[in-house]
């Protein structure tokens, strides 16, 4: 029997810029995966709008957590990002669509 990841809790790891490029490409191909926790690993500004953009070519995902990652002075560009991944689902009338909830505080 198959095992499927539907939470990856990552939250306070020390997790790199270089560990979420590879979250990032798991993110375009993964079909299972609901909830992503990166909490507290304070990635540098760009990595984020890297994992948000890779969001864009999921349907799993239901809740992103990306609070305490230098978030602040990129609130708005991740809510636009956040806007496009919710449309982009709607216009690839996917039959389980779900608004992704983006949590930064």
Known sequence: KK???EELNMASN????EAC?????MLQVNNTLKCLNLYGN???????VIIV???QQN???EELLLPNNNT???KEQISILQGKVNDARKCRR???????KFSLY
């Open 3 to 5: 095992t499927k990841l």
């Open 14 to 17: 020390g997790v790199t810029d």
């Open 21 to 25: 490029d590879v979250i990032a490409k």
């Open 42 to 48: 304070n990635f540098s500004r760009e990595t984020l």
């Open 53 to 55: 953009k890779a969001v």
């Open 59 to 61: 349907n799993a995902l």
């Open 72 to 74: 602040e002075d990129c």
């Open 94 to 100: 996917c039959e389980n669509y779900l608004n992704i």
